[in-house]
């Protein structure tokens, strides 16, 4: 019964699509994030929720935008995608602050 | 990752022990993680390490920490093949970021048969 569950798992889309990544959790854990790992495996937060409210939103484009319809799911919109958001996206949940990170299994974005 | 450093490769043979190294810049940073990622998966939480500790042991593992240099280490007795991954530290800020893991870039761990 896999704990963080993110779909698709690969996902290879053409440049100026829109396209979303769902994530959900059933641990249930108040905190959710979304990383990105780039190409040289550098793992940088994009956004936290916690009890469906953004705490962190760091410095990503407009384009991206997290909604978050129940504590237990996460999902990352992406419009207008670009070469430059080839990456793989993290899901994770934690239950109180960093503690108990879980992660999901990745989603492998391709911009063509 | 720019708070967090780690060197890149490793390379060691079946049954030795490995030693992987990470320093961080957040003095106040409450605990410190290693996470492993093996090819294709996600990040698989190892150990962690409270702030108020200096060493830390679990099975094969053991986790130094030097406060004073900001230096973490992880050593792996005995490396087997199936450790071969790539092994992420991370730091948690205290405050609002405590929500938030820093990671590393990464060091790639190659076992050698």
């Known amino acids: 019964d896999t704990a963080v569950s993110q779909t698709p798992k690969y996902l290879v889309t053409q440049m100026g699509n829109d396209k979303s990544i769902k994530c959900e959790q059933n641990?249930?854990?108040?905190?959710m994030y979304w990383y990105k790992q780039d190409s040289k495996k550098f793992l940088k937060i994009m956004f936290s929720y916690n009890n469906k409210e953004l705490i962190i939103n760091e410095t990503v484009p407009n384009r991206f935008s997290p909604k978050s319809p129940d504590k237990a799911h996460l999902n990352l919109h992406i419009n207008s995608l670009e070469l430059g958001d080839s990456a793989v996206y993290f899901c994770a949940s934690s239950p109180r602050g960093t503690d108990g990170y879980t992660f999901g299994s990745g989603t492998r974005l391709t911009v063509v | 990752g720019e708070d967090v450093e780690q060197s890149l490769f490793l390379s060691v043979r079946e049954g030795d022990s490995s030693v992987i190294n990470c320093t961080y810049t957040?003095?106040?940073?409450?605990?410190l993680y290693w996470y492993k990622q093996e090819p294709g998966a996600g990040l698989q939480l190892l150990t962690y390490i409270f702030s108020n500790m200096d060493m830390k042991q679990d099975q094969r593992l053991t986790v130094l920490l030097n406060k004073k240099d900001k230096h973490l280490s992880l050593r792996i007795a005995d490396t087997q093949t199936g450790d071969s991954a790539i092994y992420f530290c991370?730091?948690?800020?205290?405050?609002?970021?405590?929500?938030?893991?820093?990671f590393g870039k990464g060091t790639k761990l190659s076992v050698i048969p």
């Open positions: 991370a730091e948690s800020p205290p405050g609002a970021g405590s929500y938030q893991l820093t």
């Open positions: 641990l249930g854990h108040d905190t």
């Open positions: 957040d003095s106040s940073s409450t605990y």
